[in-house]
């Protein structure tokens, strides 16, 4: 090889992690809730608040997803933190308006920055992080760059407190977690929506978080394995649940009704980007036609589709 | 709304990591909207070229690749070459994504009798970037051209999907053969189009070992070679930029009836081989031999 040892060091490269640049925190107002989140609650003694459907920006805080909290005895389960530390902190006086009982768990569904920018807003809690074995490696190697990707939609005032918190508990197969007379079980599954994803179940009311294995109304966004979220839908399905909680969508939904959608558009992609790699048809072709017919049943459709019909193409080639 | 991303902050510190010991500063990224001065490859250019000089493409070489990626992990990029006898033929190709944290994605060499006239991968974007190729000609000129792609908006992130299933397919291989969209020039010769995938995390090494705190070494696909019988038709010399699952499609001037090899090694010193007849141009996919 010809070229100089720079090169080589061009290409085998390795972008350092700029995690955690703290700056000091601008004493002026931040974007904005002034109260607690307007949670709901769902069942006895759990609570959650719907999402908006949108992209994070400035203007909502990141408040695109849905979070929740269970109370139990002795203590409280928090499930995702939200898309920023404000909406963290809204969570948590949302939490107070209901309970003074300390907050022991806060559980990342997995690894997306919707679901868990508003984890340092936690730390003075003393909640213990939970997730998925794979959101650490997860985290790892998208930290830094979430921080910076998402630096202009959502503003230097937001994303000035936002850091990326790793789990401290880890989960592999089932587990679960008491929170005094109410346990929850957790259950770490095989790439799906991403290679992360997390579910809790509460035995009490038998209320499913599904974190974002169910996506209503909100494009589903592809990140883990299109045929592992397929493969997953029957084992979903069968869960006996009285109500779910998606990670996006109405809050709550009915179980297991609140995967049609999504298998729907699941099917619809697939076929067409079999069709394609059967035809021979090109990813960068096949990918702005693929999933078409979906178009009415979402939002977001312009903003995932061709996302999602690209990551399909890439895994379905090797079938 | 739809709120695209632009990477501005020059708080963001990002160097590069050397594996020789050595840190580089990384350039900063871009600072306006829309397609910006090339300042990033104004101070890489001589790190890659040296002093020479280097042409507009004049369509020698042209590129395609989406104006957004929409994943920023696999952003399909397109290359085709035209020559004439002025020129000569094209013997290497050089891919470069500017902002990315390795630029060089790869170095294609092509044989002497290839006739490569198209060339699709995919790409890692991390940024709003410029990707650009660079052909060598075989007078030695350098003739470049390039695309402006912006990053995607939401939680697409040029990392890994599903990194235990790269992992426990590494280096499976899988050939396909399309029917060729040109006739062929020689009545020995016809032109053919490829696919050749590679199963490989093609991984940056960003990842830290949980239990040791160590980043785990990068590793990638750094060699490739692709032969029909005893001809070269072309070599690639890669980088992390390149999409996991590395994956090529070519058009070539294929020789009837000679098998294809591919030969890979990767940064572990892994080497992967494998071995297909060339058959006839149906639309399937090829089998390994053995
Ligand atoms: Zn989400
Ligand atoms: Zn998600």
């Known amino acids: 090889m010809s070229y100089a040892t720079r090169r080589d060091v061009l290409k085998t490269g390795v972008l350092f992690a700029c995690c ?25 003694g759990v609570f959650a608040f719907a999402g908006t459907p949108a992209m994070m920006t400035d203007q909502n ?13 002795e203590a409280v389960a928090v499930i995702d933190s939200g898309g920023s530390v404000v909406e963290g902190k809204a969570l948590i006086a949302a939490i107070r308006t209901q309970t003074d009982r300390p907050i022991r768990y806060l559980i990342n569904t997995h690894m997306h920055p919707d679901h868990l920018f508003g984890n340092a807003a936690f730390e003075s809690t003393g909640a213990i992080i939970v997730g998925h074995h794979n959101l650490p490696r997860a985290l790892e190697s998208r930290g830094s760059y979430y921080l910076q990707s998402y630096h202009d939609a959502m503003g230097s005032d937001l994303m000035a407190d936002i850091r990326i918190v790793p789990p401290a508990k880890i989960i592999t197969g089932e587990e679960e977690l008491d929170l005094g007379n109410r346990k929850l079980s957790l259950k770490a599954w095989k790439p799906a929506h991403t290679d992360n994803d997390l579910s809790v179940f509460d035995q009490h009311t038998k209320t499913f978080f599904t974190g974002d294995l169910c996506f209503i109304g909100h494009l589903p966004t592809m990140d883990g394995s299109l045929l592992g979220w397929i493969a997953l839908l029957a084992t979903l399905s069968g869960i006996k649940a009285e109500v779910a909680v998606p990670g996006h969508g109405p809050v709550s939904s009915p179980w297991p009704q609140a995967l049609e959608a999504e298998s729907q558009y699941f099917d619809v992609l697939a076929r067409d980007i079999r069709k394609a790699i059967a035809d021979g048809v090109p990813m960068s072709d096949a990918v702005k036609s693929a999933g078409e017919s979906e178009r009415p049943n979402w939002k977001l459709f312009d903003e995932y589709n061709q996302r999602n019909a690209t990551a399909a193409f890439a895994e379905l080639e090797w079938e | 709304m739809f709120a695209t991303i632009e990477l501005r902050n020059p708080l963001v510190a990002i160097v590069l990591f050397a594996f020789f010991g050595s840190a580089l500063p990384f350039p900063v990224w871009a600072q306006n909207a ?25 369509g020698i070489v042209t590129i395609d690749a989406p104006k957004r990626a929409e994943d920023a992990a696999i952003v399909p990029v397109d ?54 190729a660079i052909a060598e000609t075989e007078d030695g000129k350098l003739h470049m051209t390039e695309t402006y792609v912006k990053a995607s908006g939401g939680c697409s992130a040029p990392a890994m999907k599903n990194t235990d299933e790269a992992l426990a397919n590494l280096g499976k291989m899988k050939l396909r053969v399309f029917p060729a969209k040109t006739t062929g020039l020689a009545s020995m010769t016809r032109a053919t189009e490829m696919q050749l995938m590679i199963r490989h995390p093609n991984n940056s090494g960003l990842q830290m070992d949980q239990v040791t705190r160590y980043y785990i070494p990068a590793h990638f696909i750094q060699g490739l070679t692709v032969s029909q019988g005893d001809r070269l038709i072309m070599s690639m010399e890669g980088g992390i930029s390149i999409s996991e699952d590395p994956n090529f499609r070519f058009e070539f001037d294929a020789k009837p009836g000679e098998d294809i090899k591919v030969e890979a090694a990767d940064t572990e ?7 297909w007849p060339l058959e006839s141009s149906g639309l399937q996919e090829s089998k390994p031999r053995i």
């Not at chain 2, 020559?83 to 990315?100: H, P, Q």
């Open chain 2, 79 to 132: 290359l085709h070459f035209k020559t004439d006898a002025t020129s000569g033929r094209i013997k290497a190709v050089t891919l470069i994504v500017d902002e990315n944290p390795s630029p060089v994605a790869a170095v294609f060499k092509f044989g002497p009798d290839a006739g490569v006239t198209h060339l699709a991968t995919r790409l890692r974007v991390n940024a709003y970037s410029y990707v650009r």
């Open chain 2, 269 to 275: 010193g892994k080497k992967f081989r494998d071995e």
């Open chain 2, 34 to 58: 829309g397609p910006p001065e090339s300042t990033t490859w104004n101070s890489l250019k001589g790190d890659v070229f040296e002093q020479k000089s280097i042409e507009a493409a004049n």
């Open chain 1, 20 to 44: 955690g640049v703290s700056h000091a925190r601008l004493a002026m107002a931040q974007p904005g809730h002034s109260g607690p989140l307007p949670v709901k609650q769902i069942a006895d």
């Open chain 1, 61 to 73: 805080d990141g408040e695109i997803c849905n979070v929740g909290f269970i109370i139990g005895d």
